[in-house]
């Protein structure tokens, strides 16, 4: 099955959120759903990543999130050396297709270069590119997205 479209992630990453989940978590949720894979304690734990590392203001936690996708739905099934490919791919893609009109990759930089917009006007688009990426990624490996 194809992987969904921006348009139809962002429905999810809505859905989502309206479940209380924030970004990193939503990237997980979303993502693992996409994979057919159900382990809420990872969706859980990925509170950690939110506002990048605790709200910190680190790197991005969508992005942060998305390699722990990639990691998650690999385990058993992707070889290891490939799955780092894999993330430093989603890393490229990530800058490229969704902040290249920020200065960098950290949660501050996404945030304060728009500081007339909330972290709910600027973070859904990048946060349903990153699960589109990651599925892209894995589905290209043969991993099923459903």
Known sequence: MPVPRDEELSQEVKESSKRGNLCSQIV???????????????????????????????????????????????????????????IQELEERFQEELISQYPGNHCDDILEAEPGKLPTEICPPVIAGAVRIALELLQREGLDVI
């Open 28 to 86: 997980m949720d979303v993502g693992l759903r996409h994979l057919g894979i159900e382990q809420p304690q990872v969706v859980s734990a990925m509170g950690g990543l939110v506002g990048a590392q605790g709200l910190m203001g680190a790197t991005c936690g969508t992005l942060t999130a998305a390699a722990c996708l990639i990691a998650t739905a690999s385990q058993g099934r992707i070889e290891q050396g490939k799955m780092y490919m894999l």
